[in-house]
């Protein structure tokens, strides 16, 4: 039913009725039949109307609510899916920064470790060649045996090897009366240090002070060398 037809229906009315007070009263009956017929057909589509409206009520209203309430499920599911990548890429980029920093550190550490390893057996080769050396000039040279016993004594300090530098000191302390301060200077010299350099680094390496008794007997020996 359209919203002109009561319009429409209702001027209908009124005719009927203005025409039936017209008529002559042989009519009345039959008029009063088409009005009962019009009320009939009108109770009809209102039923018919009042039907289909809680039908859309009862039945499409609700199929669109559930159809909205799936749809904005949808989306939240989305949005959640969506936090949850961002949260564990996000999660997995940190771990990979972190473990790369860690590998980095781990690296930089190894490198360090490997290179103080390098420096110390460098160290313990140069002394023991020194020693050697001294020992091979004992009875022919001492003041390249003087000198390189005192290279090797500094040496063996610096790597913590206490045993072989009081041997190597030992060696200073038995023939460093047999040389001259010049000749042990210039020994030193060639190889861009002096004896009070190396005195002092024997000092500054002796971490147990064990051999100070010794290093300041050597002193006073070469302080009364001649020149």
């Given at each position: 039913?359209?919203?002109?037809?009561?319009?429409?229906?209702?001027?209908?009315?009124v005719k009927v009725i203005v025409d039936t007070v017209r008529a002559p009263s042989k009519d009345s009956l039959e008029l009063l039949n088409k009005l009962d017929g019009f009320y009939n057909n009108s109770w009809?589509?209102?039923?018919?109307?009042?039907?289909?409206?809680?039908?859309?009520?009862?039945?499409?209203?609700?199929?669109?609510?559930?159809w909205y309430q799936k749809k904005e499920l949808k989306l939240s599911e989305?949005?959640?899916?969506?936090?949850?990548?961002?949260?564990?890429?996000?999660?997995?980029?940190?771990?990979?920064?972190?473990?790369?920093?860690?590998?980095n550190?781990?690296?930089?550490?190894?490198?360090?470790?490997?290179?103080?390893?390098?420096?110390?057996?460098?160290?313990?080769?140069?002394?023991?060649?020194?020693?050697?050396?001294a020992i091979i000039f004992a009875d022919k040279a001492p003041m390249m045996t003087v000198s390189e016993a005192i290279l090797a004594t500094v040496l063996h300090l610096k790597v913590k090897d206490y045993y072989n530098a009081t041997n190597s000191?030992?060696?200073?302390?038995?023939?460093?009366?047999?040389?001259?301060?010049?000749?042990?200077e210039e020994r030193l010299t060639k190889v861009n240090t002096s004896?009070?350099?190396e005195m002092e680094d024997i000092v500054k390496y002796d971490y147990k002070r064990s051999l100070r008794s010794q290093i300041e007997e050597i002193q006073m020996f070469f302080n009364g060398l001649t020149d």
């Amino acid at each position: 039913m359209t919203p002109s037809e009561p319009i429409h229906d209702t001027i209908h009315v009124v005719k009927v009725i203005v025409d039936t007070v017209r008529a002559p009263s042989k009519d009345s009956l039959e008029l009063l039949n088409k009005l009962d017929g019009f009320y009939n057909n009108s109770w009809s589509r209102l039923l018919i109307f009042v039907t289909l409206s809680f039908a859309i009520v009862g039945i499409v209203i609700p199929v669109l609510i559930q159809w909205y309430q799936k749809k904005e499920l949808k989306l939240s599911e989305d949005r959640l899916k969506a936090e949850i990548k961002s949260e564990m890429e996000a999660v997995i980029s940190s771990i990979e920064n972190s473990f790369s920093e860690t590998i980095n550190k781990a690296k930089i550490e190894i490198n360090n470790n490997a290179q103080k390893e390098y420096e110390i057996i460098y160290d313990k080769i140069q002394a023991a060649g020194h020693h050697v050396q001294a020992i091979i000039f004992a009875d022919k040279a001492p003041m390249m045996t003087v000198s390189e016993a005192i290279l090797a004594t500094v040496l063996h300090l610096k790597v913590k090897d206490y045993y072989n530098a009081t041997n190597s000191l030992t060696i200073v302390h038995d023939y460093i009366r047999l040389c001259t301060k010049s000749s042990i200077e210039e020994r030193l010299t060639k190889v861009n240090t002096s004896f009070s350099r190396e005195m002092e680094d024997i000092v500054k390496y002796d971490y147990k002070r064990s051999l100070r008794s010794q290093i300041e007997e050597i002193q006073m020996f070469f302080n009364g060398l001649t020149d």
